[in-house]
């Protein structure tokens, strides 16, 4: 605050001063206590995350988890709980882990359990490719380059939108975009755990869908075709028969997940952030590139050329053995192999940088990158292995897949228009999916009662998949009974240590919560006006 020596005394003028200085450190203080003040969502995820993180290390919440199955088998196998399976008549029945054949499970089959853990493999594997793109400078060199020029503010759709493709290599997408959004926002400068989030969030929580057609879609379309047939014989579901409404569902959900994440979880990260600075936080430098970086791209982007050639002269012919049955190629050994495909992809291009670049120098070099990578992953690896023999016992007991029945066969006893019911059933999958996180398994399921009950109310097998998909997909990303969610915690807490259960829980549940939210909205418009779903499908 200015005098004016004119209208003012030095002393008037100096008690103003002060008086001045004295409201404006007040009004300062006051707006910086408003700024920290958290909203009132930053408050309930706050909670989230403090509640979640008073459990244990989520080791022993496996542990625990796994002891609570066996001892529900014990009590169910002995009520003789059980449900028929709609999809081949057969009765499922709990058995409990207390008898000879569980026992075999539990311990003669925990080495069994563990090492064919789908997401195990998958991680190693891929990673024995990405060490070498890393280690070797390909990554950072690539993200660098590519995100200089990008506003930080791009990443987040960007990530999520490349998420969805990569899911055209099955469950191995996970492994290769969590890591890699976390060196993108890193090399912009904001949290890797961010990057976590998103891809984790777009490839399981959006599962199914994407801008290319996918494995997924045959498996969809194969078992609805199955569940239709129980009423129309001749009923054939074509695998792009959903294609229109997954391709605009993944613009859709990645606008939302970047809405979601910049306006709540950056938010909530910051605040993580704030109270304990994590690991490493320092963003990539955003120099120039130099002559040798510029060499190592040239021969990588040559090698990455020759590379997809030879995939593709590889599944040309119509005989080639890596087609499926029928000469598909979406349902094919190649989609089966895609984990070591990539790997091979990230290996190839990875030499072929660090070779030109002078980060290779030596064959010893390349183990040595591997050896590495794989390190980085022994958290994981010791998350797994208790993650892995709760999953086996959920699943031998039969506890989920009576679950899903007798959820499904509910719907059976609801008369309600199709709106509503759409609504109930999604509800209904969306809560049995913390459970029963396949997809597969869970459609697997739910389409022997849910496609026949809906076709004879008029609502097409095409409808009802588009509509399992919005049910399945949003919560698949928040139950820690899914592998993936271990997954991603695990690599968050490279960046951060100490983030547990309830630290994942609290950033991925307002962007499932959305979704779902804004993924149902869309599919009733969808139907309600009638548009198609896939080349010549009604959605009516």
């Keep these: 605050m200015q005098c004016d020596a004119q209208n003012y005394t030095d002393d008037a003028c100096s008690s103003l001063t002060e008086t001045g200085s004295a409201i404006g450190e007040a009004l300062a203080a006051q707006t910086t206590t408003e700024e920290r003040r958290p909203g009132a969502v930053l408050r309930v995820l706050e909670t989230v995350d403090r509640v979640g993180n008073r459990l244990p290390h989520p080791f022993w919440i496996f542990v625990g988890l796994a002891v609570i199955v066996a001892a529900a088998s014990a009590v169910l196998g002995a009520m003789g709980v059980s449900a028929v399976n709609p999809s081949s008549g057969e009765t499922v029945t709990v058995q409990s882990l207390f008898t000879a054949e569980g026992l075999e499970v539990a311990l003669g089959g925990a080495i069994e359990n563990?090492?064919?853990?789908?997401?195990?493999?998958?991680?190693?594997?891929?990673?024995?490719?990405?060490?070498?793109?890393?280690?070797?400078?390909?990554?950072?060199?690539?993200?660098?380059?590519?995100?200089?020029?990008?506003?930080?503010?791009?990443?987040?759709?960007?990530?999520?939108?490349?998420?969805?493709?990569?899911?055209?290599?099955?469950?191995?997408?996970?492994?290769?975009?969590?890591?890699l959004a976390m060196v993108a926002y890193r090399a912009v400068g904001r949290s890797p755990i961010i990057g976590?989030?998103?891809?984790?969030?777009?490839?399981?929580?959006?599962?199914?869908?994407?801008?290319?057609?996918?494995?997924s879609d045959a498996v969809f379309a194969g078992l609805s075709t199955a569940a239709a047939q129980t009423i129309d014989p001749e009923y054939v579901v074509n695998p792009l028969s959903n294609y229109f409404f997954s391709a605009t569902s993944s613009l859709v959900l990645a606008l939302s997940i970047t809405l979601v994440t910049e306006k709540v979880v950056a938010k909530r990260v910051a605040v993580l952030e704030a109270e304990k600075p994590s690991l490493d936080g320092a963003p990539l430098e955003h120099k120039p590139l130099d002559d040798a970086e510029r060499r190592g791209l040239r021969a990588a982007g040559v090698a990455l050329v020759l590379f997809v050639a030879a995939v593709i002269l590889a599944v040309a012919p119509s005989g080639s053995p890596l087609r499926g049955e029928g000469g598909s190629i979406i349902s094919s050994p190649l989609m089966d192999a895609m984990a070591v495909v990539m790997m091979l992809f990230f290996a190839v291009v990875g030499l072929a940088y660090g070779i030109a670049a002078g980060t290779i120098r030596r064959p010893a070099d390349v183990p040595e990158m591997m050896a590495t990578g794989v390190t980085l992953l022994v958290p994981v690896?010791?998350?797994?292995?208790?993650?892995?023999?709760?999953?086996?016992?959920?699943?031998?007991?039969?506890?989920?897949?009576?679950?899903?029945?007798?959820?499904?066969?509910?719907?059976?006893?609801?008369?309600?228009?199709?709106?509503?019911?759409?609504i109930a059933a999604i509800l209904l999958i969306s809560l049995l999916n913390l459970m029963l996180t396949s997809g597969s398994a869970m459609y697997s399921f739910v389409a022997p009662v849910l496609v026949p009950m809906l076709m004879l109310v008029d609502i097409a097998p095409e409808t009802t998949q588009a509509m399992f998909r919005v049910a399945d997909a949003p919560t698949n990303s928040l139950t820690p009974m899914s592998p993936y969610f271990v997954m991603a915690l695990g690599f968050i807490r490279q960046h951060r240590p100490s983030a547990g259960i309830g630290t994942l829980m609290s950033l991925v549940l307002p962007i499932a919560l959305v979704n779902l939210v804004v993924w149902t909205c869309l599919f009733l418009g969808w139907y309600l006006l009638g548009l198609p779903l896939g080349p010549g499908v009604s959605a009516r």
């Design 381 to 422: 690896m010791v998350l797994f292995f208790a993650a892995s023999q709760f999953l086996a016992y959920f699943k031998w007991t039969n506890i989920g897949q009576v679950i899903a029945i007798k959820g499904a066969s509910g719907l059976d006893a609801i008369g309600a228009p199709p709106v509503v019911l759409f």
């Design 196 to 215: 976590a989030v998103v891809a984790y969030v777009s490839v399981g929580g959006a599962s199914s869908i994407g801008l290319l057609p996918s494995g």
């Design 114 to 179: 563990y090492v064919t853990f789908a997401p195990l493999g998958l991680i190693l594997v891929v990673a024995l490719g990405v060490s070498i793109a890393d280690a070797g400078g390909l990554i950072p060199t690539i993200m660098r380059a590519m995100l200089a020029r990008v506003s930080p503010r791009y990443v987040t759709f960007t990530i999520s939108i490349t998420a969805m493709v990569a899911q055209m290599a099955a469950d191995a997408a996970f492994a290769v975009m969590i890591p």
